[in-house]
């Protein structure tokens, strides 16, 4: 017979599990016909994605040449890096779509957001919910409503599958099932 603590143990284990293994699709910023660059059209490439709670993106470029400073809509629509709210300078810098709504990133250098190294993402709901099943409220309407973990699809295919993530929670959720039976 399981304690009432164990059980309870469990259960945050199984909450814990769900909701750190749901992670969600990577995009190469740019791709798969660019990068971070003076070329790409980042509006065009931005509005063929469908963004999701826990997808990365992640910008590829050479740090000599160029960085990445996520900035308000106010120094996205100046080109301005004066009040940046962060910055990256790795050449391969990625960064997690953790909350819902609005990011702007722009290239640092001048000159270079003028010419186009100009990026918003729009993040809506994703798979990052409570398994059973939830209601996440992004402003798109009607709210999506997202009846089981398992079950994830995107509308336009990410440049690295999110069946990753499916394959991840199926294996959380089957062991986590056999601990269960287990103890
Ligand atoms: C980039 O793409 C958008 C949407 O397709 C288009 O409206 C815009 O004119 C393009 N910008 C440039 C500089 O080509």
Redesign the pocket.
């Known amino acids: 017979m399981m304690s009432l603590e164990r059980m309870s143990l469990l259960a945050v284990v199984v909450v814990a599990a769900a909701f750190t293994t749901v992670s969600g699709a990577s995009y190469g910023v740019g791709e798969p016909n660019g990068g971070w660059d003076m070329q790409t059209?980042y509006?065009?490439w931005a509005?063929s994605i469908n963004f999701h709670l826990g997808d990365q993106l992640v910008f590829k470029y050479s740090p000599a040449a160029h960085d990445v400073v996520e900035v308000t809509k106010a120094g996205y629509d100046a080109c301005s890096a004066a009040s940046p709210v962060a910055i990256h300078r790795t050449g391969q810098d990625a960064v997690e779509l953790n909350r819902l709504g609005s990011r702007y990133f722009i290239c640092g250098v001048p000159g270079h957001c003028n010419a186009?190294m100009k990026l918003q993402v729009r993040t809506r709901c994703g798979s990052a919910l409570p398994p059973g099943g939830g209601v996440c409220l992004d402003g798109s309407s009607p709210p999506t409503i997202i009846s089981s973990p398992g079950v994830i699809s995107y509308s336009s295919s990410p440049a690295s599958s999110g069946i990753f993530s499916t394959v991840i929670v199926t294996m959380a959720a089957t062991t986590v099932i056999l601990i269960l039976l287990m103890v």
């Open positions: 059209n509006t065009a509005s186009g």
